[in-house]
């Protein structure tokens, strides 16, 4: 296959390389599938008249409309309880974005102020925090987010701790990377001449420098946090039913796979929609606004 | 390389006295962990036993003490459902895990690595953004979910394949495939943007100039050195892989130690669950460990830095 090799005459990588995902338009699908989601979980109410959580027995296990038996008042069929599978997915919908929301606010907020006193204050401070960082990446940091689940109890706030404890160390590694640079620039050494607190100059003059830096990681780790809380809500350690969760519908279809595809499919649809478009968004963004992060 | 050996052994000790330390305090963050370890049907003389027995009326640090001491002597509780103790459940399990996880290791290998070589040559080609979808489709879909997805097809559909639990070597192959794919985006991605950077480099021009084959200068020169970033990153890697093994063995209902995990959530089975993130947190640092010393061996220039 490789006996008549492409002749090489892209430009060397020094240059900056456009590359086949470079300069493009926004990304409508990405978007128009981001928009959606806010909408039907912002209006989730209006949009169904079905309960998410009200058992309906006689009408469970109704295949979606175009199946035979299914009916347009349950258009994407029910569940074992009854429960219309769209509304739950709207419902669904609020939990995941509100968890990434939080999340992201959270760990995202410890990974930015960890990066920031590591870079800055370098030296031993740096070598511990970074060496903690390292150790939170190479660790399976779901074991402690379910150990979470089961000391404190299930909900959202052991939800959005535990989907922070995955993400802060990314960011603080990042940023960091951010800060370093940062440092050697002059304006920080006149700020430091000028008799400015490590307070002030990390709060004034770094803080703003590295939010765009933040911005983009924020956007690229939306998709990261709705695949974590499926996952957890998958394993019995995100929202406890009969609260609606995507990754808890997917659990809650496993075992009638074989005769009702509809409950654990299409959530499991709707995740991978929805993570493929943040991630799509985040990359659009990235490579808009700073293409040197590409390697995240 | 002696002293770099015993640096990481240390430093791998201090991570799993903090590891040891999490858990520890985080039964006693929310309450009384005698009530996370005992059944619900427990009366209150019960309840009074189990707390002198383990110590609970102690102050903290002596707690600990004795926590880390029974530890040491592998002695990590009881399992609340199976009346056994931890340790042995998770060893009984582990052969299990270890079955599964070196050939979902060889199938993430064998998707990543020509496709992550081949779109770094063929760059910009149609090849390059096919493997680019594929990448992307693999991080944004949940493996739990494409697992099952596997299931419907190819045992609820076509009736190939056998859906759960273990057996015969066709009981390994979507389990497999689902761990697999799990690491095949990550990989496929590290893998090509490595590629990239070594077919920039000299060595590559001379082994051209010397006129070595296309395929020689790319799978024996370029791969090699374009593999050192993943051995780099095999902590991170291993780390993702204890996180698929659990959804997987959940979704296939394999007996091994990620759906001992599974079932000490679902069970509210704390000292079981304490005892499998211990555990596990002791093999993943020994495992780190190895690959550092291997790595160490392999590139003599990290030893000096």
Known sequence: MLKTPPQRVEPPLARQEPGPRGRRSLPWTSLFIIAAMVFVALFAPLLTPHSPIDQSLPNKLRPPFWQEGGTLTYPLGTDTFGRDIFTRLCYGARVSLLVAACALLVGGGVGLVIGILAGYLGGRVDSLLMRLVDAALAFPTILFALLLAVTMGQGLRTLVIAVSLILWARFARVIRGEVLALKTRDFIALATVHGCSHLRIMAVHILPNVLNTFVILLTLHVGVVILAEASLSFLGAGIPPPMPSWGLMVAEGRGKIASAWWISLLPGIAITLVVLAFNLFGDWLRDRLDPKLRQL | ?305
Request: glycine content about 6%; charged content about 15%.
């Open chain 2, 1 to 305: 390389m002696q002293r770099y050996i015993v640096q990481r052994f240390v430093q791998g000790l201090f991570l799993l006295v903090l590891v040891a330390a999490v858990v520890f305090f985080l039964g006693r963050l929310t309450g009384n962990p005698a009530d996370l370890m005992l059944p619900e049907d427990a009366t209150p003389e019960d309840r009074a036993a189990l707390i002198r027995t383990l110590g609970l009326d102690r102050p903290y640090h002596e707690q600990f003490l004795i926590f880390i001491a029974n530890a040491l002597r592998g002695d990590l509780g009881e399992s609340i459902r199976y009346r056994r103790p931890a340790v042995a459940l998770f060893f009984s399990r582990l052969p299990n895990t270890l079955k599964l996880v070196p050939p979902a290791m060889a199938v993430a290998l064998a998707m990543a690595i020509p496709l992550g070589v081949l779109s770094a040559v063929y760059r910009g080609t149609l090849l390059d953004r096919l493997a680019g979808v594929i990448a992307v489709l693999g991080l944004a879909t949940p493996n739990f979910w494409l697992g099952i997805l596997l299931i419907y097809i190819f045992s609820v559909q076509l009736g190939w394949l056998p859906s759960a639990r273990m057996g015969g070597i066709r009981h390994y192959i979507l389990p497999t495939i689902t761990l697999g794919t799990f690491l095949v985006a990550g990989l496929m991605r590290l893998i090509r943007s490595s590629m990239l950077e070594v077919l920039d480099s000299e060595f590559v021009k001379l082994a051209r100039i010397k006129g070595l084959s296309e395929t020689a200068v790319i799978w024996r020169h370029c791969l090699r050195n374009a593999l050192i970033p993943v051995l780099t990153l095999a902590g991170v890697f291993l780390a993702a892989l204890v996180t698929g093994a659990i959804v997987t063995e959940t979704v296939f209902a394999w007996p091994g130690i990620g759906r001992l995990t599974f079932e000490a959530v679902i069970f509210r089975d704390y000292p079981l669950l304490q005892a499998v993130v211990i555990l596990d947190a002791v093999l993943v640092l020994f495992i780190n460990l190895v690959v550092d010393v291997l790595y160490a061996y392999i590139d003599p220039r990290i030893r000096y830095t």
